[in-house]
């Protein structure tokens, strides 16, 4: 399993683009990469997920260099809402497809 | 749509007591995920069902720990005895063949968990 690496935390104030990293080197051909984003008392939802390249849909971009050993996922405009922990999980859905959270990165986003 | 739900959203017990806690999967997804999240760290898989089948279970500590999903929809996890160190927040989350907006097909959607405190 390919384990991540992510900032534990970063701060941000309102408006502003917010680039969260994630370290992923030992990703395997049929890995894909996903974001989700936990707010307090609630479960995590997911953002985005892609292979390579780029995607990007309402709420963020998913940049995956050619190599894919890492990915930013990018939130435009960050408001105070934004205030939540955002996990990378890297995985296969064939039929050993687990999901580990890691830790993920602490976003504060202030005004 | 309705989410995944869980009951109850919060448990106090004793420690070596029994407890038990309940999902309902969003209809028609035949993945069933329960997790484990203690304070501050990201959630760990405990068991993944795959309609009522357990496919991965590797990571559920079967002394004290069991889980069913017997008509493959809803699903019980169950903790008997119950230990000060099972104090968490129980998420279970479902997908399904087509789920969301993965492309893969696999987003979770996960329910809003329970809070066990076991003093």
């Known amino acids: 399993l390919a384990k991540t690496t992510q900032p534990i935390s970063m701060d941000s104030y309102e408006g502003q683009e917010v680039n969260i990293t994630c370290s992923h080197n030992n990703i395997a051909t049929n890995d894909y990469i996903t974001w989700y984003q936990q707010f307090p008392s609630q479960g995590p939802r997911f953002i985005i997920q892609?292979?390579?390249t780029k995607v990007t849909n309402e709420v963020a971009s998913l940049f995956i260099p050619a190599d894919r050993k890492s990915s930013t996922l990018s939130l435009p405009r960050v408001s105070l809402s934004d205030t939540a922990v955002y996990y990378c999980?890297?995985?296969?859905?064939?039929?050993?497809?687990?999901?580990?959270f890691g830790a993920g990165t602490r976003l504060f986003v202030k005004a | 749509e309705a989410g995944v739900v869980q009951s109850p959203r919060y448990k106090i017990i004793e420690k070596k007591q029994p407890v038990a806690f309940w999902c309902n999967p969003i209809s028609g997804h035949n993945t069933l995920y329960w997790y484990l999240q203690n304070l501050g760290q990201g959630p760990e898989l405990l068991i993944r069902?795959?309609?009522?089948?357990?496919?991965?279970d590797s990571q559920l500590p079967k002394d004290r720990f069991s889980a069913e999903r017997l008509k493959g929809v809803d699903s019980t996890l169950k903790i008997q005895p119950a230990e000060l160190g099972d104090s968490a927040v129980y998420l279970c989350?479902?997908?399904?063949?087509?789920?969301?907006?993965?492309?893969?097909?696999?987003?979770?959607?996960f329910g809003p968990g329970t809070r066990l405190t076991v003093l």
């Open positions: 892609g292979y390579k």
């Open positions: 069902y795959e309609n009522e089948e357990a496919v991965d």
């Open positions: 989350a479902s997908s399904g063949r087509t789920s969301g907006r993965s492309p893969q097909g696999n987003e979770q959607f």
């Open positions: 999980l890297v995985g296969d859905k064939g039929g050993g497809f687990k999901t580990i």
